[in-house]
């Protein structure tokens, strides 16, 4: 009985995150993010680089930051001898034109597959992305060797490899993408299409 009693008061001491997150976590330079945690106890915010205006923290919270490079938040919590730390990194688009990829696999519960052509649906939420982020162009990643349908904010193209497009320039980076090809004669639903789809989405800040 001492043993199951020392156990149990050895784990009630041990610290504890329940959730730590960063929204949205792709801003740009010097746009307002928000962390938000919840944690066994008090703790202390930090950051890489640093940012002097963290520290000592409630077991709750909320804090509004501005990163201006891209960021690493830590949120550590302690108890007696214990501690225990949790990371969130956020994002920062720093120059024009910087691409980001935005894809799914096949696997995903969007996926269809109907009159020969192979579609999904990847969002980019508002929760992750900062509105002022536009679209300047949308390509294909190096070794994708056929041509995409891509579909976002009402417009659509066809987007061939090595070829980008600007079909989308100007529209939020955030929304939904649908993005479908064409399978060729070697490929089937369900059998021998590609496992994921993929894109290159070129972006700026816009304030």
Known sequence: MRAWLVLTAALGCTPSIHAFRAAPNVVCSGGPTTLTWSASSDGSLSAAPADTTLGPVDANGTRAVTPAVPTTYRL??????KSVSRDVVVEVLVSPGEARQIGASVADPST???AGTLAVTVSAPASAWDPHIQVTSVGL????????RIEHGGRSAEVA???????????PVQ????????????????????RSLIIDVASKCAR
């Open 76 to 81: 550590t919590v302690k108890r007696l001898s």
């Open 141 to 148: 990643p190096s070794g994708v060797n056929r041509t995409y």
């Open 112 to 114: 269809t597959c109907e």
């Open 161 to 171: 490899p090595g070829a980008p497009s600007a079909a989308f320039a100007g529209l």
């Open 175 to 194: 929304g939904d993408w649908r993005l479908s090809t064409a399978l060729v004669a070697a490929e089937a639903c369900g059998r021998n299409v590609p």
